[in-house]
């Protein structure tokens, strides 16, 4: 088939091919609700998660550590070293669109053969050997895939997907960072403040002893009393080793997150009471989709997970394999002429056709993918799911826990007036020492399970925060760049 007619007979393949093998990607049809359980107010646009982190939190020493950990912390490389390898794959795929060149030089043996020469007496003929010798070849090569069946398009579109899917995992993996260190973050701080209330029940107590051993002294109290009073005192001094060594594990908790070795983490020296962000409007469940990078990470993953039925599709029948390869160089017996360009030439071009009429490795490798897909669809599908019973979960633990601590600020001033009283009965004879460590007992409880129902109302926003996938959009790590608000503590 001469040139014009091979080129012709291309370009009509591919005007009948316009369509690449396999199913274009759309989005799932999802059964999003209008409004999320446990929402307080009606549906609008506005999100917490709109807020950045650092103005959603407003500590000025958890603001330097999450932006450490940001810098510093060794899951967030690894999911941008999963991002480059991503990106070096998808240009890995757009490489097929181009033509493969190469080029080649190679030796091969000639071996010695006879020749006949006239000989000495004019009609006879002697014969000659010529030695053994080699032959050289170089030249250029070119193989090209013509894509009129979309393997190839197909082949790339899966490696961008994969590399999105890999973008919005690593802005996973910022929003998952940025929650664990605010949550551990908070546990620092409050049992900061449980250290701080135990070391001044500590100081109460010892003074109740000493009151106790002078009443003793005074034939007034009963060595009863006294050890009444040293047990106690030391119920209280055993919480503070137990308070201690949760300080230490929250603080190499966060060393780790930072990317340093464990060690002790700068905050301010009084644990003042944090204050919570004012009630935020949640948002709209459909906002969930664009927003929760685990979403989109899902999502890319099914659409790289569609385009690859098109690839598995366009190996087998009826979709030919087209190449369009072309061969040129030069043949010599002399390397240096053949350096020289002094050669004998050859040339050859022309389109090849790999044709699979029986696959059944590749009618296989279609039905894999298409299962593929189909995990793919499902695990988008559980994603969604998953975001909206957390968002629920968040909500009804903060709706919990605000009645929680009403009533345990309640319980704390109640039992603070408890103990001022019954002390003031004891010393003046009316009450017995018992009922003394009974309100010294209540009142400490109150104390502490105040500041844990607090933890739990600043860890449950940081989890409605996450949930609704505050913290991870462009304009936010983009601005996780610029100078932003001072820190007092690292990052």
Partial sequence: MSAPRALACLAALGLLSACAAGPDYKRPDVNVPTSYRGQAGPPEAKSLADLPWWELY????????????????????????????????????NADFFPSVSGTLSTSPQPGSAAAVPGSVPGTVDFQYLPSG??????????????????VRRSSQAARADLLASEEGRRAAVSSLVSQVASTYFQLRILDAQREITLRTIESDEASL???RAQMRGGIASATEEQQALGQLASVRAQLPVIDHQIA???????????????????PEKAEEMPVPPDVPEGLPSQLLERRPDIRQAEEQLAAATARIGVAKAL???????????????????LSELLK??????????????????????????????????QAALTYRSAILTSLREVADSLSNLQTVRAQIEAEGVRAKAGEEYARLTNLRYQGGVSSYLEVLDAQRQYYSSQIDYQSARLTQLQGLVQLYKALGGGWSEAIQESTAQPGPSAGATH
């Fill in 58 to 93: 407003k500590d000025p020493a958890l603001t330097g550590l999450i932006r450490t950990a940001l810098a510093q912390n060794l899951d967030l490389k690894l999911a941008v070293a999963r991002v480059e390898e991503a990106r070096a794959r998808a240009r890995a795929a």
């Fill in 134 to 151: 080699s032959s050289y070849s170089g030249g250029a090569s070119l193989s090209w895939e013509l894509d009129f069946f979309g393997r």
């Fill in 341 to 374: 360009g002094n050669g004998a030439s050859f040339n050859s071009w022309g389109p090849g056709v790999t044709w699979p009429l029986l696959d059944l490795k590749g009618q296989a490798n279609v039905g894999v993918a298409e299962a593929q897909a189909k």
């Fill in 249 to 267: 594990q929250a603080e190499n908790q966060i060393s780790v997150l930072l990317g340093q070795n464990p060690g002790p983490v700068a905050r």
């Fill in 210 to 212: 000493k009151l106790v």
């Fill in 316 to 334: 087998t029948f009826p979709f030919p394999k087209i190449l369009l390869t072309a061969l040129a160089g030069a043949v010599s017996s002399s």
